[in-house]
DNA sequence: GCCGTTTTCGGCCCGACTGTTTTCAGTCG
């Protein structure tokens, strides 16, 4: 049972508690306990099994600590089983349309009778709603259109997907008239795999006048709210955008506030509490002194922190870290001389080899691999041993065309169910660089996939496992394995760990990625770039690093070609 | 239910916006 589910039943529980009345610090105790876990580095199976003291993890006490136990034995927890058998499923979905929390879900309840979709609808259409105490016209009509769009609930957009619309937002947002600083916050800022909205703050002298440009933003699809410091639309992609607009001498503050993770905020505040201080997004005050607002920097010193950089603001021990001095020194797009997986038109890539090297010199590397897919029945497409040959010579080809720029010979080989190599010695040899990757059967037992992968990384010819978890991001699920088993045997094998770049993947991810790092393992940042704009990809490769707390000396392509394959063939 | 040099009870982050009211509850981030 992965973190992710058990925070998902703590977080179900919240919810029925709430519908239930129940008292509100209670509720509000499951729903930290949920946050914490769903952020939790390490596997709370794993250290359920190791017999870990789970009461030492923040808002993790005995009651939870024991609920976590019987979930990771049994697969479920009974006192969840038997609060939903209390209350209609439906109910819970409700608590997802805007406007309707634990309170008004159980009005309509209790009141209409209120306990399918239908119904809640038909309810909608006979104007039944608004005459219920507390609700009105307006909200009705909002439950209405938060019902249709309740079927398409929870899209999340990947990074990639949003960044042309948070750019474009900036820049609309810096011609607004009075406008002094634009910044995007919020899970964008801290370089999230997916956002959930976008997070925009602005600072001007009146707000007023901004909030009413940002609304006439020409991809607005509905203004949902527009106050005088607030506001939110939703784009015609359904894309929800969230501005605030706060006075500039306020703007470090409310930055960070924006910037969240909600986690980290809070883990902040609670830390002001402990020193007799008070945040909000206006600053920090020291009674109704304000002694923090200015810049971002300003507001960690207060609190004798150290500067976090917005990709590890996740309450993961950021915190702790910046106040004794050990933050990581994250490493940067600039640090990387070389990418070392890239697709050429030899197997799926859209461009040749001659054009990807091109297009690598424009980058700056230093030195790249060539690696087209095998062949073997999971990729058709692939390398065989006839256009081995060409390919090789190709390379050597292009190797003597430019002197600025070194391009070795690589494969991204298949590992096959058993574990074992489509190819032979007789064929590895020939290449500089082998990347084993995973491309079928992802649905083998755990200690099959966990075997399947370490047989492949004690072969001497594979150098780089590749997207590790074979995850799609919203597609499909990451392979179930014992990462903590591979990890060691990474670093037996001296092996190294790919952090793939593909906007979809961004596999190992950040949690994966601090693990592994804490093992002693040792990474390379790959673009897979199958045309020569994807090669541009590596900077969503670098954002999944930051967030995994890696630094430089932690990724082997920072290094220069010479030691690069020195610690290579190690 | 969690948590603790203002400890084992009595607190629990903080503010904006909306829609309902006519001062505020509910929701959201």
């Known amino acids: 049972m992965s973190n992710k589910e058990i925070a998902k039943i703590f977080s179900q529980l919240a919810n029925l508690l709430e519908l239930k009345g129940e008292n509100h610090f209670k509720v509000r105790a499951y729903r930290n306990a949920a946050r914490v876990i769903d952020a939790l580095p390490e596997s709370l199976e794993e250290m359920v099994k190791n017999g870990k003291d789970l009461t030492k993890l923040p808002a993790i006490g005995e009651q939870i600590a024991q609920k976590i136990e019987q979930i990771v034995k049994t697969g479920k ?36 009778h209120v306990d399918t979709v239908a119904k809640l609808q038909k309810m909608a259409k006979e104007h039944k709603i608004r005459s219920l105490k507390g609700f009105g016209p307006k909200l009705e009509e909002k439950i209405a259109k938060g019902l ?73 699809a509905e203004v949902i709210s527009a106050g005088e410091t607030r506001s939110t639309i939703v784009l015609q992609n359904s894309l929800q955008v969230d501005l605030r607009v706060v006075k500039d001498e306020h703007f470090g503050s409310a930055l960070h506030y924006f910037t969240g993770s909600k986690a980290h905020v809070l883990e902040i505040r609670k830390f002001a509490i402990d020193m007799n201080l008070k945040v909000n997004e206006y600053g920090v005050f020291k009674g109704s002194h304000n002694i923090a607002s200015k810049t971002e920097e300003d507001v960690y010193k207060v609190f004798g922190l150290n500067y976090i950089e917005p990709e590890i603001r996740e309450n993961r021990g950021e915190i702790e870290a910046a106040r004794d001095g050990k933050l990581p020194n994250l490493v940067t797009l600039n640090d990387l ?51 081995i040959v060409r390919y090789l010579k190709e390379i ?59 047989k492949a990384i004690k072969s001497p010819y594979i150098k780089v496992i590749s997207h590790i978890s074979g995850r799609l991001i919203g597609k499909r699920a990451p392979l179930d394995l ?89």
Do not use: C
């Open 396 to 454: 050597d080809k292009i190797n003597e065309k430019y002197d600025d720029i070194t391009v070795l010979k690589g494969m991204e080989l298949d590992i096959l169910e058993d574990g074992s190599l489509p190819y032979g010695s007789d064929i590895l040899i020939q290449f500089d660089i082998v990347l084993g990757a995973v491309h079928s059967k992802f649905k083998l037992s755990k200690e099959q996939e966990t075997e399947r992968l370490i």
């Open 482 to 570: 014992d990462y903590q088993e591979i990890f060691k045997v990474l670093k037996e094998e001296g092996k190294f760990l790919e952090i793939n770049s593909q906007p979809s993947r961004l596999d190992v991810n950040d949690i994966l990625a601090r693990e592994a790092k804490e093992m002693g393992v040792k990474f390379v940042i790959n673009s897979d770039a199958h045309s020569q704009m994807q090669l541009e990809y590596l900077k969503y490769g670098i954002n999944q690093a930051r967030r995994g707390w890696l630094e430089k000396d932690d990724i082997a392509n920072t290094k220069g070609l010479n030691e690069f394959l020195q610690i290579l063939n190690r």
């Open 337 to 387: 001389q070389g990418d070392l997986h890239i697709h050429t038109n030899y197997s799926d890539g859209l461009a040749s080899i001659e054009k990807m090297v091109l297009k690598a010199r424009e980058l700056g590397h230093k030195y790249i691999a060539i690696t087209d897919h095998s062949n073997s029945l999971s990729i058709v497409k692939g390398l065989d041993r006839e256009k």
């Open 148 to 220: 249709k769009l309740l079927k398409q609930e929870g899209i999340r957009f990947l990074y990639e997907e949003a960044e042309p619309f948070a750019n474009e937002l900036k820049e609309y947002l810096q011609k607004a008239p009075g406008v002094i600083k634009v910044e995007i916050a919020g899970s964008f800022r801290r370089r999230k795999e997916t956002v959930g909205d976008l997070d925009i703050l602005a600072s001007a002298k009146e707000p007023e006048i901004v909030i009413d440009y940002f609304t006439k933003f020409p991809k607005t």
């Open 77 to 112: 927890l009974p006192k969840l089983e038997r609060l939903k058998k209390e209350f209609p499923p439906a109910l819970l979905s409700f608590l997802s349309i805007e406007g309707l929390g634990a309170n008004r879900v159980k009005t309509l309840y209790e009141k209409l």
